[in-house]
Each structure stands twice: as C-alpha cells, then as structure tokens.
C-alpha cells in the first residue's frame, strides 16, 4: 500500500514547497518539478511513495537525477545552442530515458527508485519517472537535503560505489559509463557530461539491491517534505508566521532575518558558484549575514564571524511566505528569513567532514560548529 501520495496539485505544489525549504538553495527548479508533476496528474498517473519495508531486499534500485550547475542559462549560450543545431528531443523524458539505459546495461528490471536529494526538482522528478514507469519510488534519499557533488550523498560515507551510470540529456545524447576510479571521478565526468549538454544532464546511477539500499537510505524525507509544504500552506491560510510552523516539523531554527544586499556568482565547471549577503532587519538590525554556495548554500558568517557550516542545513525562505529559494533565483531586495537544521549525523564524523561534507571539505579553513551548540550559545 502506497505510505504517501500526491492527489492533486495542491498536494504537488505543498511537496515542493517543502523540498525547497530542505534544498538550501538548490535541487532544481520549481517549474521543472510543477510541470512534470502537472503532465503525470494529466496523464492519470500515481505519484506515490513507499516505506522502505514494503521494497523487498532483492530487487535492484537505482538513483536517477538532474546533474549540472542551477545558473541562469545566459543568451550567449542559447545562441550557441541554436548555432550547433541542437533540439529538445527527450526534454522532461531524459530522466526516463537514463533509467532505462543502466537496466538495459545491467541487464536486470530496476524494482525501486531512491532520490538522489531533496530539492523542488530532483525530488518530484524519480517520483514522476517511477510513475511512468511503474518502478515504486521510496519514502527517502541518500542526502536529507539538497547537494552538489557526490560526496554529499550517503553512499559515498558508507562505501558504496555509484558507477556504472548513465546519462541522457534532453538533446538526445547517450552516455553509459562503466566504470570510474573513484567518486571524485564519477563526480566529475557527470559535471562534464553537463558541462557539454549546455548547463545540465540527467543520470541514473547507484545501482544497489534494496537491501543494501535501506543501509544508507535517509528514511521518511518525502512524508516529511509534504508535512512541511502543508505546514506553511496551512498557517498563512489562519494568519500564522508559516516559518514557524515549519521549523516546527523540522526541529530547527530561526537564524536570521533581512534583505538581500547583493548577490555575486560565477558558472563554473558545472556548479553556480557564489555569496548571498544580507543586512539585518527587525531584531537583527544592523548585523550581516554571509552565504557561500556551491549550488546550494554550504559556508556562512555572522557579522564577520564563520556560522553555520554543512553538514547542517541553512535555507533561505521569504519572510512572508515561509516559501524556499534557489540561489539561481534570490536577487537583491529580497526580505528572506535563513532557517537552519541539523545535518546527517554520519558526516559530523572526521571523514564526514573533512572528505565530503565540511567547511574544509569546501576550501574553508574553518572548524565546524554543530548547528545546535551554536543557538544554544545565542
């Protein structure tokens, strides 16, 4: 029996909005989730997810999602694009396209997918893809959140490796990769892969049985981003402050509050590169807060002073809607709030940290501080 189910597209819109409050600024676009979400509804199709104890051990599971950087797609690449004479061939079927290419190569049915994050499109996209397939999607990921690299996810902490994969982009190219050395390498031939389809490829990867699977997966994290959605939904509906309520759900914090100042970024080897920087409104007039993202938000400083750092979790949300943002999207004069949650527990290790998930991880010769002693200091 299915443990969670999108009906309609209220249902569809809530669980965006809850994935982006948990995407700290990346995981794809609204409109890329709304509309593969509104074309399945059409379609008649299921939007449902089960808990990993009715996916039975023995089948094979993979993780298919979007890879590449979140910036804007500039003019001068659109008049590239035209030059060389490509075409949207798969556009919203790409992802599709890649599960089906790795059970080809694999030559065994896929039984279940696992999102790869949490994020307004590469959550909504496994769930629409297993929909179209008939493949049961699981209630969770292999982050908690939204990532940039493969280092991230848990299957590199617990030593599971991610190849073969594929990738299939929208213009019709076809890439199956057996083998790489190691997941740096995997990380980086999948953003290079993006990198040549202009900006983004979809892949599937990770192929583990199920059992292996429920070892490393993050349980519960699509129930919990439609509770979060219906959260913010629900309070503003009764005139309550809707990042209370779902900061509520989520056990977290209210880090700070004001209005975007400026944002600078770069597109750069596959990633949106950049700082958000924000000055204080309200209770925290005249202080600053600084947010370093690589695709999504990883580094911060307070006043100067380096904060709230990955493996925890820091989103920007608008103040009065409760309503997450991407860091393609933020500009100046935003009135955001930034929330914080604790991150997985397992990259609060040494190897989490310095191999995959913290400050030094990203270029930062900053010691981490758990989300939590830093607000029980406040």
Not at 26 to 33: I, L, Q, Y
Not at 308 to 335: F, H, M, R
């Amino acid at each position: 029996m299915p443990h969670g189910k999108l009906e309609t597209l209220q249902d569809c819109e809530d669980f965006i909005h809850g994935c982006l409050f948990m995407g700290t600024g990346g995981g794809g676009s609204k409109e890329w989730g709304m509309s593969m979400f509104e074309d399945a509804l059409a379609a008649g199709l299921p939007l449902e997810w089960l808990d990993m104890a009715d996916i039975p051990d023995d089948v094979w599971t993979v993780t298919p999602y979007g890879m590449g950087s979140i910036a804007p797609v500039t003019e001068e690449k659109r008049a590239e694009i035209e030059r060389v004479g490509l075409e949207d061939k798969f556009g919203d079927y790409s992802m599709e396209e890649a599960v089906k290419e790795l059970g080809r190569y694999l030559g065994k049915p896929i039984g279940c997918l696992v999102a790869a994050e949490l994020g307004a499109g590469n959550t909504p996209a496994p769930l629409v893809t297993g929909a179209r397939l008939g493949i049961p999607v699981v209630d969770g990921d292999y982050a908690g959140r939204a990532i940039p690299d493969e280092m991230q996810g848990t299957p590199f902490l617990y030593g599971k490796h991610s190849w073969p994969f594929t990738s299939v982009d929208r213009w019709g190219n076809i890439a199956i990769i057996k083998y790489t050395v190691n997941p740096h390498m995997l990380e980086r031939i999948g953003k290079m892969l993006a990198v040549a389809a202009y900006g983004s490829t979809t892949m599937a990867a990770t192929p583990l049985s199920a059992k292996e699977m429920k070892d490393i997966l993050v349980p519960g994290t699509l129930t919990q981003s439609l509770a979060i959605g219906r959260a913010l939904r629900e309070a503003r509906q009764k005139g309550e402050d809707p990042v209370d309520a779902a900061l509520a759900v989520t056990n977290g914090w209210r880090l700070f509050e004001g209005v975007v100042s400026a944002k600078e970024w770069e597109d750069r080897d596959g990633y949106m590169f950049g700082t958000t920087h924000i000055q204080g409104t309200g209770a925290y007039a005249g202080q600053t807060l600084d947010v370093w993202f690589k695709n999504e938000n990883h580094v911060s400083w307070l006043n100067g002073q380096p904060w709230v750092c990955s493996p925890d979790i820091l989103s920007l949300v608008y103040k009065d809607t409760g309503i997450g943002t991407t860091n393609t999207l933020i500009k100046e004069g935003d009135e955001v709030v930034a929330v914080g949650m604790k991150g997985l527990e397992g990259f609060r290790t040494e190897f989490g940290l310095n191999e995959a998930s913290g400050p030094r991880y990203f270029g930062f010769d900053i010691d981490y501080v758990p989300i939590e002693t830093l607000m029980a200091a406040r």
